[in-house]
């Protein structure tokens, strides 16, 4: 049972371009955390998804940035006209319908030049 | 508002030593605490998760201890090695499909 897998692993954009990050939830898991750890900071939450469904976008700037998590295919998490704050690294994780765990993939790192 | 905090920031021992990292959290209504370690540039590892009804939970060297009604968990971590150098970070969740509040982390550093 492979785990929670992000791509890119590294993502470079220059300023106003649009970043699109990609989660593919473990087997099995339809529940999908997007968290931003900037550097030096601690990690914060940004969206929760369940399949087609936001149920919590608190954390989610409200401009340039927005979340799916279609059907079928992976969560998405796009950025939209990218400034230098929002270099980051940007963590997916993933939990069972029922179950506590939250089980984190390895990152994208997005630079902003 | 959840606040999560973890103490020391930083901490180096020689290798051998017993060492204890704190987190209290402020709000003490929680579903689970989970302890998470991340390697410089790497993702997040679990450790440990502790339901709101346990008080401790053990795996290998680790053992980590929860006392809600004080807003306290302590991850003790015995007979450290090189390789347990890393950030660990404790995280609180307030109901089952909430997010996760992470601390700022301790960042460890075992010297052989």
């Known amino acids: 049972n492979a785990g929670v897998m992000q791509n890119p692993r590294h993502l470079v954009r220059r300023r106003g371009q649009e970043a699109r990050l990609r989660c593919s939830p473990m087997?099995?898991?339809?529940?999908v955390y997007w968290y931003r750890q900037l550097p030096e900071e601690g990690l914060k939450f940004m969206v929760y998804?369940?399949?087609?469904?936001?149920?919590?976008e608190s954390g989610m700037p409200k401009e340039r940035f927005s979340a799916e998590f279609p059907k079928e295919g992976p969560s998405i998490l796009r950025i939209q006209q990218v400034v230098r704050g929002d270099s980051a690294a940007y963590f997916c994780?993933?939990?069972?319908?029922?179950?506590?765990?939250?089980?984190f993939g390895p990152g994208t790192r997005l630079t902003v030049l | 508002k959840q606040e999560v905090t973890q103490i020391p920031a930083a901490l180096s021992v020689p290798e051998g030593e017993n060492l204890v990292l704190n987190c209290s959290f402020t709000d003490s209504a929680i579903y689970n605490l989970q302890w998470f370690r991340q390697d410089p540039g790497k993702g997040l590892t679990s450790l440990l998760l502790?339901?709101?009804?346990?008080r401790e939970q053990t795996s290998g060297r680790l053992n980590a201890s929860l006392d809600k009604s004080s807003g306290r968990s302590t991850l003790y971590i015995a007979a450290s090695q090189p390789g347990d150098s890393a950030t660990y970070l404790c995280a609180v969740r307030k109901d089952a499909g909430n997010m996760l509040t992470f601390g700022g982390g301790t960042r460890l550093m075992v010297k052989p």
């Open positions: 087997k099995g898991h339809s529940h």
């Open positions: 998804l369940q399949k087609e469904n936001i149920i919590d």
């Open positions: 994780a993933s939990s069972p319908p029922v179950g506590n765990e939250q089980f």
């Open positions: 502790i339901q709101s009804s346990q």
